[in-house]
């Protein structure tokens, strides 16, 4: 299998378009998960924003990993704890920063051990396609919570709980949402798009 390129979405006129897409069902969703936060933490059980990231940065490319990311940051302002402007900055920001990294690597080993077009389901894409969610999601997983914690914004004598708790939500949503999303698109991802017109021969 080649190495995936960083490629940005195919169509510039669907360009911003899809991006503030991204970015605002990104938004959405997480402010609607973060009102079931489980204490102590603000991580859910169940996080479709990791799944709405993942399935967008395998579409259409590390850009929409970027507003992905954009629309954590958005979501992520109202941190209680944060009392000045800086701090505010820091609690979107730190989250933000693992949702771009995670949904980006995840989209790239997707692209590289899985089917390239995952609407053609096989009992071993699917297998492949669960451990690299589950892999991709220790990312943020991980850093979410602890970069909070270490920041200020979490009691870091919870943050065992919150990692977990995190990691599970991600993993959760970007199981079920990521191919929710893939096929309500219908689209073939860029990256794929991107290698077949490069091996069409020329006329």
């Known amino acids: 299998m080649g190495v995936v390129k960083l490629c940005p979405v195919a169509d510039a006129t669907a360009t911003y378009t899809t991006l503030i897409a991204v970015a605002c069902a990104y938004y959405l969703t997480a402010t609607i998960g973060l009102t079931f936060a489980v204490p102590p933490g603000y991580a859910t059980l169940l996080w479709p924003p990791a799944g709405i990231a993942l399935g967008a940065a395998y579409v259409w490319g590390w850009k929409a990993a970027l507003a992905a990311g954009f629309g954590s940051y958005m979501a992520n302002l109202w941190v209680p704890s944060a009392t000045d402007r ?30 390239r077009d995952l609407r ?21 997983g991980v850093w979410g919570p602890a970069s909070l914690s270490f920041a200020g914004f979490m009691d870091q004598s919870t943050i065992a709980h919150n990692i977990q708790t995190w990691w599970l939500g991600d993993c959760l949503g970007a199981l079920v949402f990521a191919p929710l999303l893939i096929f309500l698109v219908g689209e073939t991802p860029v990256h ?12």
């Open 86 to 115: 800086a701090m505010v900055v820091l609690a979107g920001a730190l989250p933000a920063v693992g949702a771009v990294v995670q949904s980006w690597v995840g989209a790239v080993l997707l692209h590289r051990y899985c089917d």
């Open 120 to 140: 053609r389901w096989s009992a071993s894409n699917v297998v492949r396609y669960a451990l690299v969610t589950i892999a991709s999601c220790t990312i943020n």
């Open 192 to 203: 794929g798009r991107e290698q077949r017109q490069e091996a069409r021969p020329e006329s």
